[in-house]
């Protein structure tokens, strides 16, 4: 229970309990009702697919056999036994002793020509695919057949095409074929690999062995789970899927791999597939569209992208590549441009794996922080020392205006952005990794309550633009809407009932080392006005030594409390802190919250309140996990007189 408020911080002011009433007084009174939590759980590092979508998802540890069987010829037939073999051709006569001699020369002088010119040969071809842009193995990817291989095989009719082979996809395909086991589903997918969770690309991947080599064959491809189980990236083997050209035949759910939709025609209900220079036609009775989003690329990296030095990471093929270029041992800086939920993770990531050898990992933003968009000032802060400890070099406010490439890497060009003291100059790094942002049309697929765009065509996942009663019309880019939109426009699609309205308030998470994660449920934009609560005995300075216990746990290490804060000091029997910012985090900058000049402070456990016209529209909980489903509650009543008293509900003392 918490007892009292030591200190409040808004806009700069420091001000008692009693004065906080007085500015944040709401005119509804909190009567929330939480249901008794029958289940508590470790910390949550998984996916939400293996909760939400029931059992399918739980066979995420299965093994996936080959069948890679050769068919091997056998021996020739024999002649008819009455007449015997003919004899062996008689042997050629020998040759000179001065005749072996020449040739065995002239051999020789041949080989080591040969050895010279094919190494000469491939040291220029390998600067000629520098040069190009390209390794060997990107080619190969690009020149891949796609399956399958002929539009023949293609049906000339499908009952479900759904156009994308994400998350979403996958979740209507099993919505679907529940509810209609005799239906044919055909997913239509840009990518070479079956559908896979996205997810641990930034995070538990980079964890794995052999990545570069593993990641080649992402059908196979498994990470270890926070709780030591193995799980496969695929959320279901190949064998789960039956062949294309079957859905001639009626029922069942199979994966176009590197086709694409080019366009549909509503009025004929007809979709255009094209992979390369083939092109194949497909009928279908409903279509839902969830394409997902691209990554985007800086204009002012062009040069570098040409070149294979810049890489964007969004699927699996990505990951294959910077493993790769990672691997080389004339990687010494590798540069994260942007620094929000991607980048943030990625440089953590990224900086733990490449320890060992050295690598030193650059986070360059424009903001004041990490994650300065998304979290308040005092958090963001305590974000950036999180990554300083795990070993990433930071570069707040400064901006890349341009590059040029040379044979030792890729040279910066930055500039000081937001006119806050950014690193200006240069910046020297083998490997620059773009986390930008995605770039899906801005407004994605306008849908009704119902995820229906017009009839027979209905959108989920990143593309969806929906209608939130509770927080009006959004678009969203997380796994969980991407598993509950899907699922519930597959449901739609199979028409059992009259379609359900979609009402679903979808969470998001992220881990920043091992003793920093936090979900977040609503609109989590540090522009709005927000309250935290946070334990007393969680909070402390952010002193050198407290640094130095955060990396050790970081290492392997348990966490460390640290010090009291000075306002705990102030109030010694006080149990927890309370800080609020009325603007965004560019007007405090990365120092911390209002008070906090010395050095900041760490925030070990809490909760975020972030307001909208006295309305609570997002809720962000700070090493706090197993307690969404009160935010569910908290964000469905909206409004609260004290939420101090809100802030019991989440049990901030008790460990998870």
Not at 55 to 68: C, D, M, V
Not at 79 to 100: F, N, T
Not at 208 to 216: G, K, S, V
Not at 234 to 250: H, K, N, T
Request: aromatic share 6%.
């Amino acid at each position: 229970m918490l007892r009292a408020i030591s200190c409040i911080h808004i806009e700069g002011r420091a001000l008692r309990r009693k004065d906080f009433f007085k500015v944040l007084r709401m005119c509804a009174h909190s009567n929330t009702k939480v249901e008794p939590h029958t289940r508590k759980l470790k910390k949550y590092r998984t996916t939400v697919l293996s909760q939400d979508a029931g059992h399918a998802e739980q066979k995420s540890n299965r093994e996936h056999p080959r069948a890679a069987s050769a068919s091997v010829p056998g021996p020739a037939p024999r002649a008819d036994g009455s007449s015997p073999p003919p004899p062996p051709p008689p042997p050629p006569p020998p040759r000179s002793r001065r005749a072996l001699t020449l040739i065995t020369a002239l051999t020789f002088t041949a080989s080591l020509g040969g050895v010279y010119l094919y190494r000469k040969m491939a040291q220029e071809d390998e600067v000629m695919e520098n040069k190009a842009g390209g390794s060997e193995e990107s080619k190969k990817e690009e020149e891949e057949q796609p399956y399958p291989a002929s539009e023949a095989d293609f049906p000339e009719r499908v009952q479900y095409l759904l156009v994308g082979g994400g998350t979403a996809s996958f979740a209507a395909m099993r919505a679907i074929r529940s509810a209609r086991p005799d239906a044919s589903v055909l997913i239509v997918s840009a990518e070479r690999a079956l559908p896979y969770m996205r997810p641990p690309l930034s995070k538990e991947l980079w964890r794995e062995p052999e990545l570069a080599r593993r990641a080649a064959d992402p059908d196979a491809l498994s990470f270890r789970q926070w709780n030591g189980r193995r799980r496969s990236l695929a959320y279901e083997p190949a064998a789960f899927y039956a062949p294309v050209e079957r859905l001639r035949d009626g029922a069942g759910a199979a994966v176009a791999r590197g086709w694409r939709v080019l366009r549909l025609d509503v009025a004929r209900r007809e979709a255009e597939l094209a992979a390369g220079e083939r092109r194949a036609r497909v009928a279908y009775e409903q279509c839902l569209v969830a394409p997902g989003v691209r990554a985007r690329r800086l204009p002012a990296l062009r040069a570098a992208a040409a070149a294979g030095r810049a890489l964007a990471v969004r699927d699996v093929r990505d990951v294959a590549r910077l493993a790769r270029a990672l691997d080389q041992p004339a990687v010494r800086t590798v540069a994260v441009v942007g620094a929000g939920l991607l980048g943030a993770e990625l440089s953590a990531a990224l900086a733990d794996r490449l320890r060992e050898r050295g690598v030193r990992v650059v986070a360059l933003y424009r903001e004041a922080a990490p994650l300065a968009a998304l979290l308040p000032p005092y958090l963001a802060a305590h974000a950036a020392r999180t990554l300083a400890a795990l070993g990433v070099t930071l570069l707040p406010h400064s901006e890349v205006v341009g590059c040029s490439v040379g044979e030792a890497g890729v040279r910066l060009q930055l500039r000081e952005a937001g006119g806050a003291g950014g690193a200006g100059g240069e910046l020297d790094a083998q490997l620059v990794v773009e986390c930008v942002g995605a770039e899906p049309d801005e407004r994605g697929v306008l849908v009704n309550a119902e995820l229906q765009a017009r009839a027979g065509v209905w959108a989920a996942g990143d593309a969806a633009c929906f209608h939130d009663e509770l927080l009006g019309r959004r678009r969203v880019e997380h796994h969980d809407h991407a598993v509950a939109s899907g699922r519930l426009a597959g449901e739609n699609m199979a028409g059992l009932r009259q379609p359900r309205a979609y009402s679903h308030q979808s969470m998001f998470w992220s881990d920043l080392g091992a003793n920093l994660g936090y979900e977040a449920i609503g609109i989590v934009d540090s522009s709005l006005e927000t309250v935290g609560v946070f334990c007393e005995d969680a909070v402390s300075d952010a002193s050198s030594a407290a640094l130095a216990a955060g990396a050790a746990g970081a290492a392997g290490g348990a966490p460390s409390e640290g010090a009291e804060g000075a306002e705990g000091a102030a109030l010694p029997d006080t149990r927890a802190l309370l800080a609020a910012s009325a603007g965004g985090a560019a007007a405090a900058g990365a120092a911390g919250a209002p008070g906090d000049e010395a050095g900041g402070k760490r925030y070990e456990r809490g909760v975020v309140f972030y307001l909208r016209e006295r309305r609570v529209v997002g809720v962000l909980l700070w090493n706090l996990f197993n307690r969404m489903h009160v935010a569910r509650q908290v964000l469905a009543q909206g409004e609260f007189e004290d939420l101090f008293e809100v802030a019991k509900l989440f049990s901030l003392h008790e460990d998870d």
